[in-house]
C-alpha cells in the first residue's frame, strides 16, 4: 500500500527512535506553506515594531532614542529570518510510520518528540485544509483518541495520502477498536 | 441502605412507555428561588403589616395587603405553572440497549445514550431532596465530563432500581429467560469507612491549613507592624472563605464509605448532600496515590481514578475524582484491589509499599540514571517506574510523592520526549496518555536506553492486553475475562 509515493529520502534520526523502523517524510511543499504563513506573520511583527521607526525618520517622534528605534525591529528581524531558517529542518524532522498495532508520528529539532498511537485506541479521524493548503494541494490529519495528552497531529501530507490514511487509520481502527 | 428491598426487580420499557419525574422534582430544583421571593414579599407584608398596623390601612409606610396577596399569589401561579410544565415536558425511558431523556419547555431536548457506554452511575441526595425521599440519578458518558445525563428526582428506591439495571444492562448480564427484564439489586460488601477524626483530621492537616497559618501570621505580622488591631477587620473575608472551604472539605467526604458490589466499586459520602458513587469495573483508566508532607507522620494517602465519564471535574463537585480522601496503606491496598483485582505481581503489598515510599531500585523499581541528578538533585532516586504483567507504575517526588498507575489495556497513547539539555545527559521522558482526569501519567528523567525499551515494550503490551480485554460488557460471558474476582462471576451465572 505505500506504492504509490516515491521512497521517502532519510530522516535524520532522533536518539529516541524505535529501532528498525523506517519514517516517512510529509511533502516538501509544507516548506512552502510555513515561509508563507511565517513569513507573513513576520513581516507583519516587524512592521508593527517599526512604526516608531518610521515615526522618528519623518520627524513626528523625535523624542524616540534612535538605538532603540533601530534595535528592535532589527532584533525582531532577526528572530523572524531564525525561524523561517528553522523551518526546512523542522519540517524535515516531521515523520511518520505504519506499524501492525500503531502509527507512530515524530516531530521537533530540538526538543524531540515520538508518540504512537494504537489504532484501537482511535476515536476518530480529522483531515482539514484551508485555503493555502488547497493551493498547495495538502492536508492536516489529526488523530482522536480518549485522551487528551493525545496530540497527534501531522501537518502537510499531500492530499491524495491524507485520505489513503484516513482510510487506512479508520478500517485498521475498526477492526482492532477495543473501547476505552 | 445496602441490599434488597422489596419489588427490587425491574422491567425495561417498550420504545412507547414512558416515564416521568417525580411530580415535586422542580420544587426541590428551583426551591431556593421560591425561598428567595417568599423571603422578600414576606418581609415586606410583615414590614407593612407592623408599620401599618397601628396607623390603619391606606396609610402610606407599606403596600396594602391586597396588593402582597396578590403578588404573592401571582408568583405562586407563575411558579407553580413553570414547574408543572417544566415537570410535564420531562420524560425518560430506559431501553434494553438506551436511556432516552426528554426534556425542556420552549427548547427541547432528546437525549439518548447507549447504555453500554455508560461509566459510571450515581445516585445523588441534596439536603432538600433527601427531605423528600427523593435521589437524582446521574450517569455519565465517556466524554470527559462534558455532560452528564440526569434524572433529577425519582424516589429513592426507583432510583437505585434504575441504577441496578442500567448497570446490569451494561454489564451484559444474560438474561433470565424465565423473567426477562428482571434485574435484582446486587447486595453490596462493605469494605472500609472512614471515621469523622480521619476526615476531619484530613481537612486539618491539608494545605488549607498551610494557607491559614501564613494568611494568620501575615495578619498578626501585620498588626504588630501598624500597631493597629483594625487590620484584622480587612482579613474577615478570607477567613470566612477559609471556614467554607473547610466546612466543604470536611462534609464533602464525611461518612465516607466504600463497598463492592457486583456492579462495580460504590463510594458513599457526604454530610448534608450525600452521595452514592458506582463505578463499574474496568471503568478506572488511572490511579493515582498521593501524600504531602504534613501528612507523612499519619501515614495518609489520597486516591484519586481517572475515569473517562468524570474529566477534570473541578466545577460540579470536586470529590468525585477521590476514590479514598484519605486512608492509610492498608486502606489504599483495600482499595487498590478493588479497582485493580490483578496487580501483575506475586507481593503487591510490597510492590506498592516501595513504589509509595522510595527510594532506589528495591522491588523492580527502576530509578533514573545518575546524570538525571544534575536536573533532579533531589528526586531522581524517587523518580522510578516498574511495569508489571498488568499495569505501569510511576513513582514520583521527595517531597510530595505521588505513585501513578495505569492498566496497560488502558493506555491511549504513548509518546517520549527530549529536550537538549536531556539530549546532553543522555535523558528522556515517557508519557502515558490516559483520558481527562486528575492523573496525568508520566516517567521523568529516565535512561535514554531504559525509555526506547518501555516504549517498544509498552506499545507491545498495550496492545496484547487490548487483544485480550475487547468486551465493553464486564460481565458478558462471551468475553474471556480470566482474572476478575468470583462473586462478579456468580452474579453473571
Known amino acids: 500500500?505505500?506504492?504509490?509515493?516515491?521512497?521517502?529520502?532519510?530522516?535524520?534520526?532522533?536518539?529516541?527512535?524505535?529501532?528498525?523502523?523506517?519514517?516517512?517524510?510529509?511533502?516538501?511543499?509544507?516548506?512552502?506553506?510555513?515561509?508563507?504563513?511565517?513569513?507573513?506573520?513576520?513581516?507583519?511583527?516587524?512592521?508593527?515594531?517599526?512604526?516608531?521607526?518610521?515615526?522618528?525618520?519623518?520627524?513626528?517622534?523625535?523624542?524616540?532614542?534612535?538605538?532603540?528605534?533601530?534595535?528592535?525591529?532589527?532584533?525582531?528581524?532577526?528572530?523572524?529570518?531564525?525561524?523561517?531558517?528553522?523551518?526546512?529542518?523542522?519540517?524535515?524532522?516531521?515523520?511518520?510510520?505504519?506499524?501492525?498495532?500503531?502509527?507512530?508520528?515524530?516531530?521537533?529539532?530540538?526538543?524531540?518528540?515520538?508518540?504512537?498511537?494504537?489504532?484501537?485506541?482511535?476515536?476518530?479521524?480529522?483531515?482539514?485544509?484551508?485555503?493555502?493548503?488547497?493551493?498547495?494541494?495538502?492536508?492536516?490529519?489529526?488523530?482522536?483518541?480518549?485522551?487528551?495528552?493525545?496530540?497527534?497531529?501531522?501537518?502537510?501530507?499531500?492530499?491524495?495520502?491524507?485520505?489513503?490514511?484516513?482510510?487506512?487509520?479508520?478500517?485498521?481502527?475498526?477492526?482492532?477498536l477495543a473501547g476505552l | 441502605m445496602s441490599g434488597?428491598?422489596?419489588?427490587?426487580?425491574?422491567?425495561?420499557?417498550?420504545?412507547?412507555?414512558?416515564?416521568?419525574?417525580?411530580?415535586?422534582?422542580?420544587?426541590?430544583?428551583?426551591?431556593?428561588?421560591?425561598?428567595?421571593?417568599?423571603?422578600?414579599?414576606?418581609?415586606?407584608?410583615?414590614?407593612?403589616?407592623?408599620?401599618?398596623?397601628?396607623?390603619?390601612?391606606?396609610?402610606?409606610?407599606?403596600?396594602?395587603?391586597?396588593?402582597?396577596?396578590?403578588?404573592?399569589?401571582?408568583?405562586?401561579?407563575?411558579?407553580?405553572?413553570?414547574?408543572?410544565?417544566?415537570?410535564?415536558?420531562?420524560?425518560?425511558?430506559?431501553?434494553?440497549?438506551?436511556?432516552?431523556?426528554?426534556?425542556?419547555?420552549?427548547?427541547?431536548?432528546?437525549?439518548?445514550?447507549?447504555?453500554?457506554?455508560?461509566?459510571?452511575?450515581?445516585?445523588?441526595?441534596?439536603?432538600?431532596?433527601?427531605?423528600?425521599?427523593?435521589?437524582?440519578?446521574?450517569?455519565?458518558?465517556?466524554?470527559?465530563?462534558?455532560?452528564?445525563?440526569?434524572?433529577?428526582?425519582?424516589?429513592?428506591?426507583?432510583?437505585?432500581?434504575?441504577?441496578?439495571a442500567i448497570l446490569a444492562r451494561a454489564a451484559g448480564v444474560a438474561v433470565d429467560p424465565e423473567a426477562p427484564g428482571q434485574v435484582t439489586e446486587a447486595p453490596e460488601q462493605h469494605v472500609l469507612a472512614l471515621g469523622p477524626g480521619r476526615i476531619i483530621g484530613s481537612a486539618v492537616f491539608s494545605s488549607l491549613s498551610v494557607v491559614a497559618v501564613v494568611v494568620l501570621a501575615g495578619a498578626v505580622a501585620l498588626a504588630a507592624w501598624s500597631g493597629e488591631v483594625g487590620v484584622f477587620v480587612g482579613f474577615i473575608p478570607i477567613f470566612i472563605g477559609l471556614g467554607a472551604s473547610y466546612w466543604k472539605a470536611i462534609t464533602g467526604d464525611f461518612n465516607f464509605r466504600v463497598a463492592l458490589s457486583p456492579d462495580g466499586v460504590r463510594l458513599h459520602y457526604g454530610m448534608l448532600e450525600t452521595r452514592a458513587q458506582t463505578i463499574p469495573p474496568g471503568r478506572v483508566q488511572a490511579v493515582g496515590i498521593s501524600q504531602g508532607p504534613i501528612w507523612r507522620p499519619f501515614g495518609w494517602y489520597r486516591v484519586h481514578v481517572n475515569v473517562a465519564g468524570y474529566g477534570d471535574d473541578r466545577s460540579d463537585h470536586g470529590n468525585r475524582t477521590v476514590l479514598l480522601p484519605a486512608g492509610t496503606l492498608n486502606e489504599v491496598m483495600a482499595v487498590l484491589a478493588l479497582v485493580f483485582p490483578d496487580p501483575g505481581v506475586d507481593s503487591p503489598f510490597e510492590v506498592f509499599t516501595a513504589g509509595l515510599r522510595g527510594p532506589g531500585n528495591r522491588q523492580g523499581f527502576v530509578h533514573s540514571p545518575r546524570a538525571a541528578r544534575w536536573i533532579d538533585p533531589l528526586a531522581w532516586r524517587y523518580n522510578a517506574y516498574r511495569a508489571t504483567s498488568t499495569a505501569l507504575l510511576c513513582r514520583h517526588g521527595v517531597i510530595f510523592r505521588r505513585l501513578e498507575v495505569v492498566p496497560h489495556e488502558r493506555t491511549q497513547s504513548l509518546s517520549l520526549r527530549q529536550g537538549p539539555i536531556m539530549a546532553a545527559l543522555g535523558l528522556v521522558d515517557f508519557e502515558l496518555h490516559s483520558t481527562s482526569g486528575p492523573i496525568k501519567p508520566v516517567v521523568h528523567h529516565m535512561a535514554l536506553d531504559a525509555g526506547r525499551r518501555l516504549f517498544d515494550e509498552q506499545a507491545d503490551r498495550a496492545a496484547t492486553a487490548r487483544r485480550i480485554h475487547s468486551s465493553e460488557h464486564w460481565l458478558a460471558p462471551a468475553a474471556p475475562d480470566t482474572h476478575r474476582d468470583p462473586q462478579e462471576n456468580n452474579h453473571a451465572d
Open chain 1, 1 to 176: 500500500m505505500p506504492s504509490q509515493s516515491k521512497p521517502a529520502p532519510p530522516v535524520r534520526p532522533f536518539a529516541i527512535d524505535p529501532d528498525g523502523l523506517t519514517f516517512r517524510r510529509v511533502s516538501e511543499k509544507l516548506m512552502t506553506l510555513r515561509f508563507i504563513e511565517r513569513g507573513l506573520t513576520g513581516l507583519l511583527l516587524v512592521a508593527i515594531v517599526a512604526v516608531p521607526l518610521v515615526l522618528r525618520l519623518i520627524g513626528v517622534w523625535s523624542g524616540y532614542p534612535s538605538w532603540l528605534a533601530w534595535a528592535l525591529p532589527a532584533a525582531v528581524l532577526a528572530i523572524v529570518l531564525w525561524v523561517l531558517a528553522l523551518v526546512p529542518r523542522q519540517v524535515r524532522a516531521i515523520g511518520y510510520a505504519e506499524r501492525n498495532d500503531d502509527l507512530l508520528i515524530r516531530h521537533g529539532i530540538m526538543f524531540h518528540r515520538v508518540m504512537v498511537v494504537p489504532y484501537g485506541r482511535m476515536q476518530y479521524v480529522d483531515v482539514t485544509m484551508g485555503p493555502l493548503e488547497r493551493m498547495l494541494g495538502l492536508s492536516s490529519l489529526h488523530l482522536h483518541t480518549a485522551s487528551p495528552g493525545t496530540n497527534a497531529i501531522l501537518f502537510g501530507l499531500p492530499a491524495a495520502e491524507a485520505s489513503r490514511l484516513r482510510e487506512q487509520l479508520s478500517a485498521r481502527g475498526e477492526a482492532k
Open chain 2, 4 to 164: 434488597q428491598f422489596p419489588g427490587g426487580t425491574f422491567q425495561t420499557d417498550s420504545p412507547d412507555s414512558w416515564h416521568r419525574v417525580h411530580p415535586v422534582s422542580p420544587l426541590v430544583r428551583g426551591w431556593v428561588a421560591v425561598a428567595a421571593v417568599l423571603f422578600i414579599f414576606g418581609r415586606n407584608a410583615l414590614d407593612s403589616l407592623f408599620t401599618g398596623g397601628p396607623n390603619g390601612p391606606g396609610i402610606s409606610g407599606g403596600a396594602p395587603p391586597v396588593v402582597i396577596v396578590a403578588v404573592v399569589g401571582a408568583a405562586v401561579v407563575v411558579f407553580g405553572i413553570g414547574f408543572f410544565l417544566s415537570w410535564r415536558f420531562t420524560r425518560y425511558q430506559v431501553t434494553d440497549a438506551h436511556v432516552h431523556i426528554n426534556s425542556g419547555i420552549i427548547f427541547r431536548q432528546q437525549r439518548r445514550a447507549s447504555i453500554d457506554r455508560v461509566q459510571s452511575i450515581d445516585v445523588v441526595q441534596p439536603l432538600v431532596a433527601r427531605a423528600f425521599g427523593l435521589a437524582e440519578l446521574k450517569f455519565d458518558v465517556a466524554d470527559g465530563g462534558k455532560s452528564a445525563f440526569k434524572l433529577s428526582f425519582l424516589k429513592l428506591d426507583e432510583a437505585k432500581r434504575l441504577r441496578a
